[in-house]
Each structure stands twice: as C-alpha cells, then as structure tokens.
C-alpha cells in the first residue's frame, strides 16, 4: 500500500466554501449550501473557512452550530444551560405558538444580518499537504475537530475533513 499522503484526499480551496469575516449570517448561510464532489458523492460542507478579505489570513472558522447560535434568541443562550432548558419544560398553548411565529420568523431575519466574525471559532490545528492522512487522523482526534485546514509553504492550500480521513479508513481496513 503506498504512503497516502493529506494532498491527496484534501479538498481544494477553490472547491470549498470560504467566506469574509464581514459577511453576514444569512450570506454565510447562502455560501454552505454548495455540494462538495469527492470521488462520486457529493457532501455538504458543514464548516466554511473565515477569511480577512483585505489580507487573505485565514481568521478562524465557522460550523452550521455556530449560525444556529447567531441566529437563535437572546433568551435561549442567556443564562445557565439549565435555564435554557427550563424555558422549554412548559405546556405550550398551540395558538400561542402561531401567534409568535411571525415574531420568531421577523427575529431571526433580523439577526440574520449578524457578521460572521462574531461567531466564528478560532483554527485548532492545520496540517501540512505532504503529511501521512495518519498524522491528520491523530491531529483531529487530539484537537475534537472534524476539519484541518492543509498548508503548504505557510499558506492555506485545501481542507482535509473527517469524512474523507474516514473513508480512507475503510478502505484501509479492507484491503
């Protein structure tokens, strides 16, 4: 079996979703929608790269979690975890519910005008093109990521992601 390397199951730049940190959730939103197509099956990116348009540094990233959380209500992330699942531990008249729904709706349209930057995470780890997938592997697990941004001469050249580490893993033990 030849040494598989993280170029060669990486997925390019170019093919991946990579976004300003001075866009807004809802573009955020627009962008991940894109299917990534690797070896016959396509995937939707669940992490997109956040990216200072001016300089070209990469920033920081953002998971699908992380615009769920932008765009959730103020009340729902205020307080103890515990409290947050209090506001839910109550009957809820079904009238009611429709009678909020254009309000929720309206909120979430509103914060969807919220910058990426405020909620995106910073980078973990990153990965070199010409290391093992096994290093990649090793790297993901140490850091509980499921993305590695891959450099090559100290800039950022593609994404390894677990979905393609594991598949790779399969194929391993089944050869």
Same mark, same amino acid.
């Given at each position: 079996?030849?040494?598989?390397?993280?170029?060669?199951?990486?997925?390019?730049?170019?093919?991946y979703?990579?976004?300003?940190?001075?866009?807004d959730?809802?573009?955020?939103?627009?962008?991940?929608?894109?299917?990534?197509?690797r070896?016959g099956?396509?995937?939707?990116p669940?992490v997109?790269?956040?990216?200072?348009?001016r300089?070209?540094?990469?920033?920081g990233?953002?998971?699908?979690?992380d /615009? &769920?959380?932008?765009?959730?209500?103020?009340?729902?992330?205020?307080? %103890? @975890?515990?409290?947050?699942? =209090?506001?839910?531990? #109550?009957?809820i008249d079904?009238?009611?519910?429709?009678?909020?729904?254009?309000?929720?709706?309206?909120?979430?349209?509103?914060?969807?005008?919220?910058?990426?930057?405020?909620?995106?995470?910073?980078?973990?780890?990153?990965i070199?093109?010409?290391?093992? /997938? &096994?290093?990649?592997?090793?790297?993901?697990?140490?850091?509980?990521? %499921? @993305?590695?941004?891959v450099? =090559?001469?100290?800039? #950022?050249?593609?994404?390894?992601?677990?979905?393609?580490?594991?598949?790779?893993?399969?194929?391993?033990?089944?050869?």
């Amino acid at each position: 079996m030849n040494k598989k390397l993280v170029a060669d199951i990486m997925v390019p730049l170019k093919e991946y979703p990579c976004i300003p940190e001075t866009l807004d959730l809802r573009g955020a939103i627009a962008e991940m929608a894109v299917q990534i197509l690797r070896e016959g099956r396509a995937t939707a990116p669940r992490v997109a790269l956040v990216f200072d348009e001016r300089r070209g540094e990469l920033l920081g990233m953002l998971r699908r979690r992380d /615009i &769920m959380r932008g765009l959730e209500p103020r009340f729902m992330h205020s307080g %103890s @975890l515990d409290y947050q699942r =209090k506001v839910f531990d #109550v009957e809820i008249d079904p009238n009611l519910a429709e009678l909020s729904y254009d309000k929720t709706v309206a909120g979430i349209r509103k914060r969807a005008g919220r910058l990426v930057r405020e909620f995106m995470i910073p980078i973990k780890a990153t990965i070199r093109h010409d290391d093992h /997938i &096994m290093k990649a592997i090793n790297e993901m697990v140490d850091q509980n990521t %499921s @993305l590695l941004p891959v450099l =090559k001469d100290n800039r #950022v050249v593609g994404v390894v992601r677990s979905v393609d580490l594991l598949s790779e893993l399969a194929l391993i033990m089944n050869s």
